[in-house]
């Protein structure tokens, strides 16, 4: 487990920028002009192709499979090769988007914030859910388990999505700490549960504690429903024990290096999805997105006061 303070370390660049201009003062004027001239700047160039980065909610296959066709409709919006990348956590996609390897992220709040500080990536857009752009995180108990209260999790064991994501870890985790005074996100782990699990999904931690290998889990409101199909008597086998503040909603972000003008299209884009109910049922089928709205950093601020909390306290597998 490495410490997510050395995942944070922020880079510094230093940049001399050295601009050296040679008057060939004793040389022939150019005809008609004795001024010098600035070369105008040249249009930036679009990329070639555009990488859009996913962490799966759901099977990754099935992700995989289920954005080809919105990967094609941005392409032909943007004229671009745009292609549909699942990464295996939040953590990933952060990096592939520090490394320009991803251009676009599908990332949640904490993600974003990790994303935006280390590598000044950009929220352009958010989903937006039953008309809300914000949720709630829910922690999740077998129903027929003696678990009532926050209380009672003392001691048991605690399934996580990834230690970099919002609701499954990052405000579960601010408010378990404040409610029973525990001094850092490792304390809450080892000290007040008996063990927490990355499970890599919200999906999946939501089943570890259906198949009774973990005692609670912390998710979106509300995974149960994602999982009905393949689990007809989730609803009635698992229950909600209660739930954190709100949080503003998931995110499409981009990375700095792409030109404002594509960053304008590709907002354009996505926004003309709304009139499109091929392209929202698929954000819907992807991360249960029922539209898609304009957002601005400062929304994000509520996540970034949540992690200044535990700043030193986080481990990222």
């Given at each position: ?8 370390l ?15 003062e ?13 070369p ?30 919105l ?5 032909e ?5 745009v292609e549909?990348k ?18 676009i ?14 590598y000044?990536?950009?929220v ?44 499954g ?65 989730i609803?009635?086998k ?21 030109d ?6 590709i ?10 109910e ?40």
């Amino acid at each position: 487990m490495k410490k997510l303070l050395s995942f944070l370390l922020v880079l510094t660049f230093a940049f001399v920028l050295a601009a050296c201009g040679t008057s060939d003062e004793g040389g022939t004027a150019t005809e008609g002009n004795n001024n010098e001239e600035t070369p105008a700047e040249t249009p930036a160039e679009k990329p070639e192709k555009i990488v859009m980065g996913f962490v799966p909610s759901q099977d990754s296959d099935t992700i995989a499979d289920t954005v080809e066709p919105l990967a094609n409709k941005l392409g032909e919006a943007l004229g671009i090769e745009v292609e549909g990348k699942v990464m295996t956590d939040y953590s990933a996609l952060v990096e592939a988007m520090g490394a320009n390897e991803v251009q676009i992220g599908f990332i949640p709040g904490f993600a974003y914030v990790l994303a935006n500080e280390q590598y000044d990536v950009e929220v352009i857009l958010k989903s937006m859910r039953y008309g809300s752009g914000t949720y709630k995180a829910q922690y999740v108990v077998r129903a027929d388990s003696d678990i009532k209260t926050l209380a009672d999790l003392e001691g048991k064991i605690w399934a996580y999505p990834d230690a970099a994501s919002t609701s499954g870890f990052l405000f579960p985790a601010a408010q378990l700490m404040g409610e029973f005074d525990l001094e850092s996100a490792e304390a809450l782990q080892t000290e007040f549960f008996a063990e927490g699990i990355a499970a890599g999904g919200h999906d999946s931690a939501a089943i570890a504690v259906y198949e009774g290998d973990a005692d609670v889990a912390t998710t979106f409101d509300d995974v149960r429903t994602t999982l009905e199909e393949d689990y007809p008597d989730i609803m009635e086998k698992l229950t909600i024990l209660g739930h954190t503040e709100d949080i503003p909603n998931d995110t499409i972000s981009v990375v700095s290096e792409l030109d404002d003008e594509l960053v304008t299209q590709i907002k354009e884009a996505f926004m003309a999805f709304n009139d499109d109910e091929e392209m929202i049922k698929i954000m819907n089928d992807v991360y249960n997105w029922d539209a898609i709205s304009e957002a601005e950093d400062a929304e994000y601020d509520v996540v970034r006061d949540t992690y200044d909390k535990l700043r030193d306290s986080i481990s990222l597998d």
